[in-house]
């Protein structure tokens, strides 16, 4: 088959690290539904998720006991090809939510499959950040990291950003339309991170010695 028109379905998971919780508007969470209809595009279903409207448990375990909500979005997860993970710049950096399901994502260092490898191996993952400050390369970086390093595999172009002009207060969904150089990146993330993702389901990664 011809991996540039194999249309095998997928799942994607999108995790919205905004603070803000439902249904207070958000640019976080309107740019992970951006990209998800970007990913339809490609034959990819699936759901968004805002972390802070759920009781995702500090720590660095699959499951953190009473009233941790976390192992099922982590469910959703391991049932999915791709995750999209969403988020503001805070100073500079990635939001504390983010923060914390980078934390949470640690856990899977410790799970394997029958050949060793992380439960996260087969899976792609890609990145969306929005602020009113300069730092979505940084925060990028930042999340490229953590995400490659519990196993995620990144493709070419994988984030889609926008910041607005420095020390104003516009925000991503207040603007009346979505920049086209934003949209474009948008579809570019979309198409590259399908076809990764189908690859990987393709031709799984070697098992670890």
């Known amino acids: 088959m011809d991996p540039t028109t194999d249309t095998t379905p997928l ?12 249904p207070k508007p958000s640019g976080s969470q309107l740019m992970a539904e951006q990209t998800m209809a970007a990913l339809a595009d490609h034959g990819v279903t699936g759901k968004v998720i805002r972390i802070v409207d759920h009781d995702v448990k500090a720590g660095v375990g699959v499951d953190m006991g009473d009233g941790d909500t976390w192992p099922g979005i982590r469910d959703t997860l391991l ?6 993970l ?7 950096h990635p939001s504390s939510v983010a923060q914390r399901v980078l934390e ?8 394997s499959d029958d ?19 300069d730092g979505a390369h940084h925060v990028s970086a930042e999340l490229f990291q953590g995400l490659n390093g519990v196993g995620f595999s990144l493709a070419p172009n994988a984030v889609t950003y926008w910041v607005g002009e420095a020390m104003q207060r516009t925000d991503y969904q207040d603007l009346d339309e979505t920049p ?4 474009a990146t ?22 670890t010695a």
């Open 115 to 133: 050949e060793g490898r992380m439960l996260t191996y087969g899976k792609a993952a890609a990145v969306c950040v929005v602020g009113n400050e």
């Open 11 to 22: 799942r994607a998971l999108a995790l919205v690290c905004t603070l803000a919780p439902s």
């Open 186 to 207: 948008t579809r570019t993330l979309a198409a590259n991170t399908a076809h990764l993702a189908r690859r990987l389901e393709a031709a799984a990664y070697p098992p």
């Open 104 to 111: 949470r994502l640690d856990a899977e260092l410790g799970e």
């Open 180 to 183: 086209e150089k934003t949209a």
């Open 86 to 92: 969403s988020t503001p710049v805070w100073l500079g």
């Open 79 to 84: 049932r999915c090809d791709i995750l999209v």
